[in-house]
């Protein structure tokens, strides 16, 4: 197939090498000026993929778009006139919020949304480290898309293991408890995300947890306090060594996806008229950081 990948960060440069080596014809869309780009993964063989090139982004049956959330509606807006109505659009990205945006932008195409557990790490601007195997969940964000379970077999082909979700929104808002009790925490105070597990935030990820867990079960979803405290115990163990993305973009001075992630929460706790204050504290938190830069 023709597949796009728009923002190869660490997760786009990781599929596109996977979904090359699959036989696949691979293009990127990035914010280099360069018409080729090369992509190593771990110790193989660098590959050359197009770059930027308009042809190849309407010939593609596949968009992945790996930005990070707060740029998808941007990019989007400026690329769609490249993209074929039928080619299917999907967002693989931290946090929530962007897909209502995107169904209006792109009305006609197939809208699938993903989450993985894959850890990747970009060593080099060229070079990404595929540092942990994990699961990807695709489902459909529009009544097209309901067609594509399809894509199951093409990217368990190139990255085991991919599963479909019916409800992927459910699969979305468990990932964005974990993002919202350790991105924040993390970042704010600059550390890993083994060392959460200290006494002193036991009790601030506790509340972060339970009050995620009412806007969760408002919103619909069936989700259990203490399955989602096992749930961030564990992520915080297997990723201990790890910077969170949130301390990473903290750490470098760029703007992070807070927005999408306790942002997207308060919006929902919002409209249903739940107090939320630990996660408001946070999130203001993180949004005086950005704005002393
Ligand atoms: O954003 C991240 O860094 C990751 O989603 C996670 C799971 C919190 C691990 O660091």
């Not at 998808?72 to 919020?97: D, K, S, Y």
């Not at 036991?202 to 339970?210: A, E």
């Not at 807070?258 to 008229?273: E, P, Q, R, S, V």
């Amino acid at each position: 197939m023709n597949i796009s990948i728009v923002g190869p960060g660490a997760i786009g440069s990781l599929w596109a090498s996977y979904l090359h080596d699959a036989g696949h014809r691979v293009c990127l869309w990035s914010r280099q000026n360069t018409a080729t780009l090369a992509i190593q993964r771990d110790d193989y063989p660098s590959l050359l993929l197009m770059n930027n090139d308009p042809q190849a982004l309407q010939q593609s049956d596949i968009i992945l778009v790996t930005l990070k959330a707060p740029l998808v509606e941007r990019v989007l807006t400026n690329i769609r006139h490249h993209i074929a109505p039928e080619a299917v659009v999907i967002l693989m990205h931290n946090g929530m919020g962007t897909a209502d945006k995107i169904k209006t932008l792109m009305p006609e195409n197939p809208l699938v949304l993903a989450t993985t557990t894959h850890g990747a790490y970009r060593k080099a601007a060229n070079h990404v480290l595929h540092t942990g195997q994990g699961k990807t969940l695709l489902g459909a964000a529009n009544h097209k898309a309901k067609q594509c379970e399809f894509l199951v077999d093409v990217f368990n082909h190139a990255l085991a293991e991919v599963a479909w979700h019916d409800e992927i929104e459910h699969a979305l808002w468990n990932k964005l408890a974990i993002n919202c009790a350790i991105n924040p925490l993390t970042a704010i105070h600059q550390i890993r995300n083994g060392e959460l597990t200290r006494t002193e935030f036991r009790d601030q990820l506790q509340s972060i947890i339970s009050e995620v867990c009412r806007v969760m079960q408002a919103e619909g979803v069936d989700a259990i306090e203490t399955n989602l405290a096992v749930m961030v115990d564990q992520v915080i163990h297997a990723t201990s060594n790890n910077f969170s993305s949130m301390e990473q973009d903290i750490a470098h001075q760029r703007a992070s996806e807070i927005d999408f992630i306790t942002g997207y929460l308060l919006k929902c706790a919002n409209k249903h008229k739940i107090g939320v204050p630990t996660n408001q504290a946070l999130f203001q938190a993180i949004k005086q950081i950005e704005q002393r830069w």
